[in-house]
């Protein structure tokens, strides 16, 4: 084992020093730290462990705690993830908790502005409002609104607090705009939620594959994972579908840029090359999986000709690629918002699990599909049930699973709404423009910046009529428009537990006391079921519990004989353990690498946690639907019909718009934005562009440009770089908070994109939509975008030594 001391080199080298293995070997750990200022281990007081938030990955690591303050971070060698690594974000963005404008009282709106308040008015004001709303329009008139970053114990005590306490089904999390589709495709194929496949696939594959996933920039740690594969013997070769160059396709073998919006048609064209080639794995398919005809018939359609016209890639190109594919002996791919945020979103991404079933390639070390999550507790929204979902993955129409969960709660079955799919996000904005929804609940996350269409998202929170209460760490574009704004203890001030993308719980302990008043979510919602006294069937207490610890052991109880079965944990065991990857129970006690490792998939008519949806219309089937489709929980080959996006570049709008991440910012930039050498690696909005494009608009490197969408516009300074012709790329991470200057509403990416989502898992269209750009003002100087990454300059990887920095001289 290696220790390496990293100051701020991490910006410029995001993926630190290598350390090679070759297949079937085991990542050698390598543990990173970061202390702040000229601190060394011999100043801290004590390490607290805990795992990464700013992703999806789960980097397991310590904070260093001096004087009561967070002083720093280092990586947790012992771990099955990370092995010690940490990226830049982990290893400066703990700084953001200690930033001076946190949250630190509640806030009560008066004569239109907020005014400081205590606890039991702020409380008693929401309470109140619930209340009158329940009286009146009754439980249908409330909403939820959560996040993909709050622990498990508290979207489990939101679940049972929303669903089986008041009644609402508007219940949702910010997993919709994130990871909808990931759990949507995973049902449609295997019958229920849960990654298939581990990290650990990695180190066994011999062909990995990355559709629309940046993971370079987005999950820093497993890219290192991989680029150590590639550095050392028998290395896997690489597959990228991404319309933009950068880390990623640099690595790879075969990189294939789509047009934005026609990942199906190519998927349909690999498909059909891979079927006509004969490599597919007959005997697996036999024996696991169903609807391989109507599969065949599909993708009939999509000769690589015909795919080649759709997507405009190559026809040699797919067929390269699916030669790739199909002589994979150990394949794992990935999938993630290239695919995920589209109109075809979640029939394209179940074609790369209808890869991997044609193949026979799950549930095998270096076989595995990972439809990736994106925020740190993602995994968690969805299985207790705090985005549409019921807890422990169990469907809400089937009336067995229904009347057990409200058995698990002891309440009557029919307090738990159950009668039509749950309510997404994009509806409840709809039914709070129209009135019917009354009051809306949000926690941990910021829709005046992320949701799509963002002149109609503040019209609609703005109004007078809707009682909005916001419950986040710093003040926001939406605590703005709040009636009660409640501060919020954050990951460091608070226990709980998460679980990455690949199904590992992490313990996160208390290490530093929140500041002021802010409070744990979890004692916020205890809190108000207690002055609600919601009661079970027994007339005592629904949500009876004290603390996390407490919360945790009811989960356990919820999610036992599920999928996610989590009764084998506990904090002592991940405390002392690290990482274990559930289902762990008493007969798996060590938790459970792989799912479906003979074909056993959790997709019986009585199991499934969903009877699926017409991918193509986005209806729910019924259980006769399901049955006839699957009758003996097979893997289902699930297909629909490519149509092309809605929204396409025409001679007004000639460009095709998408939006996307770079590797220093995490989203509205609340917590990175925040953090000195984050900030200053990627502080200010910027727009990319081809060097034809740019040629044919008159712009020039670092020019002031306007992007316009039917939307709205948007303006920034000009980044030339190697993306697709034809295609303008946005990062979404700049609102508002920080640039007063730019208060007319022309810097975030979502003045731009289209109210609009993929029928099936209802996930907003961020990645495709019509723009047209035009010149403001030469300027003189590069944009002041990332050079290490997917924004750097034109001509690219050649070029990488005269851009050694992060950033472009300004
Ligand atoms: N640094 C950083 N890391 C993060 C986050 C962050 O904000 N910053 N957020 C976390 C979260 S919540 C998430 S969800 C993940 C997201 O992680 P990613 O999905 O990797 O990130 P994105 O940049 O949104 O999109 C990935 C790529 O999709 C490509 N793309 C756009 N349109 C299309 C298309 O039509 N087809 C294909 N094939 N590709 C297309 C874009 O060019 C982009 O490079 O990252 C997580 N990690
Ligand atoms: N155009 C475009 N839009 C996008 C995307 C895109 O690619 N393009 N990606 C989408 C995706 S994948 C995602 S995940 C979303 C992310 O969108 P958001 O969720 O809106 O983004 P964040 O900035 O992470 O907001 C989280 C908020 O929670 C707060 N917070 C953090 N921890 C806690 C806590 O413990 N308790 C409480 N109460 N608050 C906390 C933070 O301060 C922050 O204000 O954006 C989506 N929007
Ligand atoms: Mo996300």
Redesign the pocket.
Known sequence: MTTERVPAGRIADPWGRRTPFGRGGSWPARVDHHLAGDAGSNDVDRWVQTASN???NGDAMELAVRNGRLVGVRGMARDRVNRGRLDP?DLYGWQAIGSPDRLTSPLIRKDGSLREADWDSAMTRVTERTHALLDGPGPSSIGFYTS?QLFLEEYYALAVLARGGLGTKHLDGNTRL??ATAGEALKESFGCDGQPGSYTDIDHADTIAL?????A???GVLWSRVLDRLAGPEPPVLLC????P?PVSDAATVHLQ?K????LALMNGLLHEVIANGCIDQSYIEAHVAGFDRLEQQVTLFPAEAAAAATGVPAEQIRTAARLLGQAERLLSTV????Y??HQATAAAVQVNNLHLIRGMLGRPGCGVLQMN??PT?QNTRECGADGDLPGFRNWANPRHVEELARVWNVPADRIPHDGPPTHVMQMIRLAEEGSLRMLWISGTNPAVSLPELERVRAVLGQERLFLVVQDLFPTETTELADVVLPAAGWGEKNGTFTNADRTVHLSLQAVEPPGEARPDLDVFLDFARRMDLRDGSDAPLLPWHGPEEVFEAWKACSRGRPCDYSGLSYALLRERGGIQWPCTSGHPDGTERLYTRGDFRSRPEDCETYGRDLLTGNPLDEEAYRSLNPDGKAVLRTAPYVPPPEQPDAEYPLWL?T????????TRTRTGRVPELRSAAPDMWIELSEPDAAEAGIGEGDLAEVATRRGTVRARVRITGIREGVV?LPF?YGYWDAPEAAGHHRAANELTPTSWDPASKQPLF??GAARITLVARTSGPASAPTTT?SRPEPGPDAKDDHTTATGPS
């Open positions: 700013l992703h999806s974000k993909g994130c990871t559709f629309g996933h940046n993971m920039e987005t999950q579908v991404d319309p933009r950068g789509p934005p919006g026609t990942n993630l918002q290239g695919f945020q589209s994106g925020q993602a998408i996307g991440r770079t590797l220093y910012q995490f989203h790329f991470h990645k495709t997917a």
